[in-house]
């Protein structure tokens, strides 16, 4: 049980996002592009990227 319990909290806090967080990502994109801002868009980007591969460390919850 405690081996489903922790992997249920690694995939909860690596794919945390709900569907308002990533339009609000999206929207966030949109809005650097509209400034200009080049560069926070393609670090919301990679952010994105990343969570979607699964490239982000794993919580350490002990």
């Known amino acids: 049980m405690i081996y489903h319990l922790y992997n249920w909290l690694q995939?909860?806090?690596i794919l945390s996002?709900?569907?308002?967080?990533?339009?609000e990502k999206?929207?966030?994109?949109?809005?650097?592009?509209?400034?200009?801002?080049?560069d926070a868009a393609l670090n919301?980007?990679?952010?994105?990227?990343n969570k979607f591969?699964?490239?982000l460390?794993?919580?350490n919850f002990f």
Not at 17 to 23: I, Q, R, Y
Not at 44 to 49: N, Y
């Open 53 to 55: 591969e699964g490239n």
């Open 26 to 38: 999206i929207n966030d994109v949109k809005a650097a592009i509209e400034d200009d801002d080049k």
């Open 44 to 49: 919301i980007l990679e952010e994105l990227k």
């Open 17 to 23: 996002d709900t569907d308002e967080d990533l339009v």
């Open 57 to 59: 460390e794993s919580p």
């Open 11 to 13: 995939f909860t806090a």
